[in-house]
């Protein structure tokens, strides 16, 4: 599909997916597939947002001014601002998590703590008094790991068990102002402003509890710092200044978890004290089958859990890809990145279905296919299908 047919079709004012299938007479999942496509594409105008109602994504075409520039404050706000906060939470069934080395129980913890001395102090404190200065330690997370470790998983997990609003922030170092706080855009045939999502936060939790995920805060370029500060501490706002428009929202309903991927083939920023200090607790989540026997076998539980094979043959599996996430650490190895749960899951369904299938060399073909095709160059490739093939024909 050309890019023009999908602009031609944003222009008379479609919004969805299925809108624009309509304009342009093909599949919608052709429609939505395409446009995600050039949404992701710096140099396209088409782009893309939640919905306001938080059910699916849509779509319009930038306009000038989305980068601090003169042109938002003369364009109406899409939607007047009218958001159905319901359906920003997760559900449930898609957001489990095991807890690695206590990280999770110790967040909880401090929420908890929160919200019992908050509820005890609005009984306490005069009508007009700044509520920022009741609310003691506010739940700023920082979690901290090598890739695959769940931590993206581990804040949408507190977001739905707690019926939280959840807003994702996917940190690039060439990211712009208007990817946190919104940009005027074509939308439905007219030009609106959209706000981003963190100003979506600070509007949410000026009604209800928010979690905000902030994914790989150690890729944020120095001239995006100044925008998240005052969010991340106790004045929970933002501030727009191509519409001249400071939004406080209450600090002590916004919960955020920052992760970090730690490795050499991230392209990352030192977080200077002030940061260190807004994103206050840290934990790191390493690899569960990395945390000792019982980890081992709890990811093993996990494994044989999830996979047709018996409990013996996946902590053999764990024990295989221990010894792919022990080389990652080592700063001396070619193997950059370690193998995630999921990953291992992957692969054992993988040789499962060969072996099955009665295929030639169905664990060395799967090995290839699900983890080293997948994830590794070929240097990196080659001693990762050796580390895994020595261990599993040791261990099966």
Not at 120 to 131: N, V
Not at 176 to 187: A, C, F, N, S, V
Not at 250 to 267: D, H, S
Request: proline share 6%; aromatic share 6%.
């Amino acid at each position: 599909m050309q890019e023009s047919e999908l602009i031609n079709a944003l222009e008379s004012g479609a919004t969805r997916a299925g809108e624009v299938a309509n304009e342009t007479g093909c599949h919608e999942d052709t429609a939505r597939r395409n446009l995600n496509e050039f949404a992701d594409e710096p140099s396209s105008p088409i782009t893309a947002s939640t919905a306001p109602d938080g059910n699916g994504r849509i779509y319009g075409l930038e306009l000038d001014g989305d980068d601090g520039g003169d042109g938002g404050y003369r364009r109406p706000v899409y939607n007047d601002r009218e958001y159905d906060w319901s359906g920003y939470v997760p559900s449930p069934s898609e957001t489990g998590y095991q807890d690695v080395d206590g990280e999770l129980a110790d967040m909880q913890a401090i929420i908890d703590a929160r919200d019992d001395l908050f509820d005890r102090a609005t009984d306490a404190r005069d009508e007009d008094a700044d509520p920022a200065e009741y609310n003691g330690l506010l739940p700023r997370f920082r979690l901290t790991g090598p890739p695959g470790t769940g931590k993206t998983t581990c804040a949408r997990h507190i977001a739905a068990a707690r019926q939280w609003p959840f807003f994702e922030i996917q940190i690039t170092a060439g990211m712009r102002d208007y990817e946190l706080l919104g940009r005027p855009m074509l939308l439905g045939g007219e030009e609106v402003w959209l706000d981003g999502p963190l100003t979506k936060a600070v509007l949410a939790s000026r009604e209800r509890d928010v979690l905000v995920l902030f994914d790989e805060i150690n890729r944020t370029p120095f001239e995006r710092k100044s925008s998240l500060q005052p969010f991340l501490d106790f004045r929970g706002l933002v501030n727009i200044r191509s519409r001249d428009e400071r939004i406080r929202g209450q600090p002590e309903n916004i919960t955020t978890i920052a992760t970090m991927n730690k490795g050499a083939e991230y392209e990352t920023f030192e977080l200077d004290p002030a940061e260190r200090r807004r994103h206050a607790n840290t934990y790191p989540v390493p690899y569960l089958g990395m945390t000792g026997s019982e980890g081992i076998q709890r990811e093993a539980d996990i494994l044989a859990g999830g996979t047709p094979i018996p409990d013996h043959q996946a902590e053999a599996f764990v024990r295989a890809a221990n010894a792919v996430r022990e080389a990652a650490a080592d700063e001396t190895s070619i193997v950059r990145s370690g193998i995630s749960t999921s990953v291992l899951q992957t692969l054992v369904q993988t040789a499962s279905a060969y072996q099955a299938a009665n295929r030639p060399d169905p664990m060395q073909r799967a090995i290839q296919s699900a983890v080293v095709d997948a994830h590794y160059d070929d240097a990196a490739g080659e001693k990762v299908e050796q580390l895994l093939m020595s261990e599993l024909q040791a261990r099966l």
